[in-house]
């Protein structure tokens, strides 16, 4: 059984910065692509970053390019997003999720992802 929990959410104000974190459990993570979506109220949930089972290759959202960066350290069963110069649309609860055995690269849609996390929420102010 899949199990991803997702840390590191808070309110901060506009131009701040934040780390969520997720640890897995469950699988041998370091074999699997993984990715960060977020979902806003009374909005669907959206593409926010992936990277691939080294880390090595990683893909962005362009409304996230240049100010967040996801990492990963498999050692620790670890999944990072650093979110810098953060904006008030970036409010929303973020997820984190393990890509599905065969998907293709950039993982970007939900339906490339079998395991999720509770979600932990991020709300910026102006």
């Known amino acids: 059984q899949v199990r991803l929990v997702e840390s590191g959410g808070g309110l901060v104000q506009a131009g701040e910065s934040l780390r969520l974190s997720c640890v897995g459990s469950?699988?041998?993570?370091?074999?699997?692509?993984m990715g960060w979506f977020r979902q806003a109220p009374g909005k669907a949930r959206e593409f926010v970053a992936c990277?691939?089972?080294?880390?090595?290759?990683?893909y962005y959202a362009e409304s996230v390019k240049g100010r967040f960066t996801i990492s990963r350290d498999n050692a620790k069963n670890t999944v990072y997003l650093q979110m810098n110069s953060l904006k008030r649309e970036d409010t929303a609860v973020y997820y984190c999720?393990?890509?599905?055995?065969?998907?293709?690269?950039?993982?970007?849609?939900?339906?490339?992802?079998?395991?999720w996390g509770q979600g932990t929420q991020v709300t910026v102010s102006s």
């Open positions: 999720a393990v890509g599905r055995f065969g998907s293709s690269w950039p993982q970007t849609s939900v339906d490339d992802y079998d395991g």
């Open positions: 469950g699988r041998t993570f370091s074999n699997f692509p």
């Open positions: 990277l691939n089972w080294s880390g090595g290759r990683t």
